[in-house]
């Protein structure tokens, strides 16, 4: 029995990995879960799978959990309340696997906790690998922890590639191993044929409804400006140990192909399936075995064309934004996840307007770009303080 805690457990990830668990009740015990203030769904989900612990960051919904399970009988679990309680669950010795599905540089500190402990940690938060890089890939390295790509893209990577590579995050040589490559697909998001000049009309609700995957709110705007295929930029870097130059972005709208690897000889390997996050998640959760994962396999007499096109960085800013900032260093690639957390926030709360996004996140980059980053510390203090000054460009945007 694998011994699982999930960070993030109502979220959408979160609920995907507790389906793929539910088809196999001989194989995972959930230990652990934990969220921020959803108490309705995480009582839902202690009643069907009786965790020892949870977590609820925010105190009252902590509280108002407790009062529930006590309704119902369910004195035996844990509730804790806090983000520090967040990395006392996930490096708990009652845990093997940790699947990091926080939303944002918020699960950073537990993330990296579980990898400090040497779980087997399941990436989903690639904003916390963006953030911290090489100071979350030497945590890795020095703890032993597995660490297992989630996001689709880096899962299909990971897939395709030869056996002996794979084990390694930060540490693989993909050029000896004959790869030419990486080539990240991304669908374009909602608004890939919309005329540039329409996109400061965008609403919240357009820009969540991605045409492939069902996901939550912050990351299905990341997609719409493609800011996403920056973060998994920067993820595929560090995972990878790869240089800017070794990956290149295409763009498949129809999301079958999930990225390739483009080898020396000419051979390019793909990993397909239908756009549905149970397979990676299913994939990570049993590697090196296969088990179901409940997703339909695809079916090719009735699928889409697969069509590819070159990215438009005039269209898609944040994503130039993103690759230059992998070039530029540590410093840019903080400023940049923490600005563009607070830009989709604004956004979203329709304070500011989706091409405003793009902007809010350059002059954020442009003002920290040449901060140095060594310790955790220094992230957690430069994302803070990018974080106020994005909001400063915010209010002044609003006056
Ligand atoms: P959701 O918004 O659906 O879920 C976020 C989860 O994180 C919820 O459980 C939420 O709890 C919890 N949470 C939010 N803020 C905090 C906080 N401050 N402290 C503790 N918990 C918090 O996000 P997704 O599931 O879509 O994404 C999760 C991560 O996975 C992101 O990093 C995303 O980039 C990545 N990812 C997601 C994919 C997808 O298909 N959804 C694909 C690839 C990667 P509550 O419900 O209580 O607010
Ligand atoms: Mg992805």
Same mark, same amino acid.
């Given at each position: 029995?694998?011994?699982?805690?999930?960070?993030?457990?109502?979220?959408?990830?979160?609920?995907?990995?507790?389906?793929?668990?539910?088809?196999?009740?001989?194989?995972?015990?959930?230990?652990?879960?934990?969220?921020?203030?959803?108490?309705?769904?995480?009582?839902?989900?202690?009643?069907?799978?009786?965790?020892?612990?949870?977590?609820?960051?925010?105190?009252?919904?902590?509280?108002?959990?407790?009062?529930?399970?006590?309704?119902?009988?369910? &004195?035996?679990?844990?509730?804790?309340?806090?983000?520090?309680?967040?990395?006392?669950?996930?490096?708990?010795?009652?845990?093997?696997?940790?699947?990091?599905?926080?939303?944002?540089?918020?699960?950073?500190?537990?993330?990296?906790?579980?990898?400090?402990?040497?779980?087997? &940690?399941?990436?989903?938060?690639?904003?916390?690998?963006?953030?911290?890089?090489?100071?979350?890939?030497?945590?890795?390295?020095?703890?032993?922890?597995?660490?297992?790509?989630?996001?689709?893209?880096?899962?299909?990577?990971?897939?395709?590639?030869?056996?002996?590579?794979?084990?390694?995050?930060?540490?693989?040589?993909?050029?000896?191993?004959?790869?030419?490559?990486?080539?990240?697909?991304?669908?374009?998001?909602?608004?890939?044929?919309?005329?540039?000049?329409?996109?400061?009309?965008?609403?919240?609700?357009?820009?969540?409804?991605?045409?492939?995957?069902?996901?939550?709110?912050?990351?299905?705007?990341?997609?719409?400006?493609?800011? #996403?295929?920056?973060?998994?930029?920067?993820?595929?870097?560090?995972?990878?140990?790869?240089?800017?130059?070794?990956?290149?972005?295409?763009?498949?709208?129809?999301?079958?192909?999930?990225?390739?690897?483009?080898?020396?000889?000419?051979?390019?390997?793909?990993?397909?399936?239908?756009?549905?996050?149970?397979?990676?998640?299913?994939?990570?959760?049993?590697?090196?075995?296969?088990?179901? %994962?409940?997703?339909?396999?695809?079916?090719?007499?009735?699928?889409?064309?697969?069509?590819?096109?070159?990215?438009?960085?005039?269209?898609?800013? #944040?994503?130039?934004?993103?690759?230059?900032?992998?070039? %530029?260093?540590?410093?840019?690639?903080?400023?940049?996840?923490?600005?563009?957390?607070?830009?989709?926030?604004?956004?979203?709360?329709?304070?500011?307007?989706?091409?405003?996004?793009?902007?809010?996140?350059?002059?954020?980059?442009?003002?920290?770009?040449?901060?140095? &980053?060594?310790?955790?510390?220094?992230?957690?203090?430069?994302?803070?303080?990018?974080? &106020?000054?994005?909001?400063?460009?915010?209010? #002044?945007?609003?006056?």
């Amino acid at each position: 029995m694998q011994k699982l805690c999930i960070l993030g457990s109502t979220g959408s990830i979160g609920k995907s990995t507790l389906d793929v668990v539910r088809l196999h009740p001989e194989k995972f015990n959930v230990v652990s879960l934990a969220a921020h203030s959803s108490v309705e769904l995480m009582l839902e989900q202690c009643l069907e799978f009786h965790p020892n612990t949870v977590v609820m960051v925010s105190t009252a919904h902590a509280e108002a959990l407790k009062k529930q399970l006590r309704e119902k009988n369910l &004195v035996n679990i844990q509730v804790l309340a806090g983000a520090k309680a967040l990395e006392t669950l996930a490096e708990q010795d009652t845990t093997d696997t940790v699947m990091a599905a926080i939303v944002g540089a918020s699960g950073l500190l537990a993330t990296l906790a579980a990898v400090k402990a040497g779980k087997k &940690v399941l990436l989903a938060n690639k904003e916390a690998l963006v953030t911290s890089g090489a100071i979350f890939i030497d945590a890795v390295k020095a703890s032993g922890a597995q660490l297992l790509p989630i996001d689709s893209e880096h899962n299909a990577i990971f897939q395709c590639l030869p056996l002996g590579e794979q084990q390694q995050p930060g540490t693989c040589d993909l050029a000896a191993a004959g790869v030419s490559k990486i080539l990240l697909t991304g669908s374009g998001g909602p608004f890939r044929t919309w005329p540039i000049a329409s996109l400061n009309q965008v609403t919240p609700a357009q820009a969540c409804a991605h045409p492939n995957w069902d996901m939550g709110r912050k990351i299905s705007v990341d997609s719409a400006t493609m800011m #996403n295929k920056g973060l998994e930029f920067i993820e595929a870097k560090w995972l990878f140990n790869l240089e800017p130059d070794d990956i290149q972005v295409v763009l498949h709208p129809q999301s079958t192909i999930h990225s390739m690897v483009q080898y020396k000889d000419g051979s390019v390997l793909a990993q397909m399936g239908n756009p549905d996050m149970r397979t990676p998640i299913a994939h990570a959760l049993s590697f090196p075995q296969r088990i179901d %994962s409940g997703v339909a396999p695809l079916d090719f007499f009735t699928a889409k064309a697969f069509e590819f096109e070159a990215v438009d960085f005039v269209k898609y800013p #944040n994503l130039k934004l993103a690759i230059d900032a992998c070039k %530029s260093g540590q410093g840019a690639c903080t400023a940049l996840n923490a600005a563009n957390e607070i830009a989709v926030d604004a956004f979203l709360s329709e304070t500011i307007k989706f091409t405003d996004i793009a902007k809010i996140n350059e002059t954020s980059v442009n003002k920290f770009v040449s901060e140095k &980053v060594s310790s955790i510390e220094d992230v957690i203090a430069l994302d803070r303080r990018v974080r &106020v000054f994005a909001q400063s460009l915010i209010l #002044n945007a609003k006056h």
